[in-house]
Structure formats: structure tokens, C-alpha cells
């Protein structure tokens, strides 16, 4: 099955840095590559999403990118806001089959610093 | 729209015990998932549905059963409790086709505790 690596699994920065996340998957016949923000006592939610025929989207200070070669996506948030304080999860998945099954990495704890 | 709903938020339970723990979602989705959440581990899938009357097993369905009689619930039954089923406990549902199709909506959570 799908194996999901996650890294760092913790992220200090400072308001107004970038941050990077990074994740690898296994299988190659995943094609939608979804992250999701988790803040304390709440379910996750989804931030953004890209889909195997893309190799980079952009959504405000967000942006995900996508290596199918190498098989590794990363998530980069720029001019981090204390709001941006969270866990974050990455996941790969094939859409469509078996309910949307999703595999999710480990998760990172982001902190942002005044 | 109330989205997801989870009960109970907070429980706890002796070694060998069941109980269930509760989902709803009124979004009219089709698909429905139970995931499991551990330090250091992600989220682990459970069980999930495609629609009422149809459910498979995840990455880790030992001990644990689910039923999806409507569209709108997906109860997690936890037959014999042990102290390794503790954990917080998420639900999630999405939509089969059209908009977003791929978005997971997740419940709050409940979280369980076994002594």
C-alpha cells in the first residue's frame, strides 16, 4: 500500500519567514496530493490540494509542488502569520476509488514567533 | 449547515467494554471514513463507506465494526475495548462527484480513552 514520509515533524519560524514542508509517497499510482491544517482541539482541514497532471499551484500565501519523477510534494507558506500556528498533514490518494481513501503523512508542528 | 458532528467529544472506558461512538454528517455526501489519530502516527484509516448499506476496511480495522444504514450516519462500534484503542477518533465525509470532489470534511473528534 501507500507509505506517506513527512518532514520536519516540528518547524520553528519567525512572523513574516517562509516555511517549507516536505513529503515523499510510494505509490506511484497516487495522483492527488491534498494538505490539510489542523489547530488545537479541531478536525483537519483542507488548505490545498493538487492534482498528478500539475506541477505547481498557488493560493495566496500558499503554494504546493509536485515532483511525480521523485515522487515528493512540499507545501511553502510565505510571510507566516501567528494564525498560521498549527499541525499540518500532507496525504496521497487515488480520488474516485474505494471512498477517497487517503494516506496521510505524520505531520508537522508549525510554530510562528513573534 | 452543521457539517460533521462527532459524540461524545471526551470518553473514557475500562479494558474490555463497548461503546459507539457517533458520526452524522448533513452535507448528503456519499462517502463517509472513520480515521484514528496517534502522536507521531498521522491519521490511520479505520473503516470507510461509499454509500449506505456498503462499507470496507482501512489500514487498521481490527476491533472495531461500522454499519452506514442512512446516508447521513456511520457509527464506529468498538467491540472489546483495550488500552490500545487509545486515541482521538475522527470522522469524515465527501462528496462523490462534482465541486471539490476529493474534499475530506472532518468531525471534530472524539477523544478515547481506555484504562
Known amino acids: 500500500g501507500e507509505n506517506v514520509e513527512q518532514h520536519p515533524s516540528t518547524l520553528s519560524v519567525q512572523e513574516g519567514d517562509s516555511a517549507v514542508i516536505k513529503c515523499t509517497y510510494s505509490?506511484?499510482?497516487?495522483?492527488?496530493f491534498p494538505w490539510y491544517k489542523q489547530e488545537l482541539g479541531k478536525g483537519p482541514q483542507l488548505i490545498i490540494d493538487i492534482r498528478s497532471n500539475v506541477g505547481e499551484k498557488k493560493d495566496q500565501r500558499i503554494a504546493v509542488t509536485l515532483n511525480k519523477t521523485a515522487k515528493h510534494f512540499s507545501l511553502h507558506i510565505t510571510e507566516t502569520q501567528p494564525e498560521d500556528s498549527a499541525v499540518y498533514f500532507c496525504a496521497a490518494g487515488r480520488p474516485g476509488g474505494g471512498g477517497n481513501k487517503l494516506t496521510f503523512g505524520t505531520g508537522t508542528q508549525l510554530k510562528v514567533e513573534l | 449547515n452543521a457539517g460533521v458532528t462527532q459524540t461524545p467529544k471526551f470518553q473514557v472506558l475500562k479494558t474490555g467494554q463497548s461503546m459507539t461512538l457517533q458520526c452524522a454528517q448533513d452535507m448528503n455526501h456519499e462517502y463517509m471514513s472513520w480515521y484514528r489519530q496517534d502522536p507521531g502516527m498521522g491519521l490511520r484509516l479505520i473503516h470507510y463507506s461509499v454509500g449506505a448499506g456498503i462499507t470496507d476496511q482501512g489500514e487498521v480495522p481490527n476491533g472495531y465494526n461500522v454499519s452506514r444504514s442512512t446516508t447521513e450516519d456511520f457509527p464506529l462500534r468498538l467491540l472489546s475495548a483495550a488500552p490500545s484503542q487509545t486515541s482521538v477518533y475522527f470522522c469524515?465525509?465527501?462528496?462523490?462527484?462534482?465541486?471539490?470532489?476529493?474534499?475530506?470534511?472532518f468531525g471534530p473528534g472524539t477523544r478515547l480513552t481506555v484504562t
Open positions: 469524515a465525509s465527501s462528496p462523490r462527484t462534482s465541486g471539490r470532489p476529493y474534499e475530506q470534511y
Open positions: 505509490d506511484s499510482a497516487s495522483n492527488y
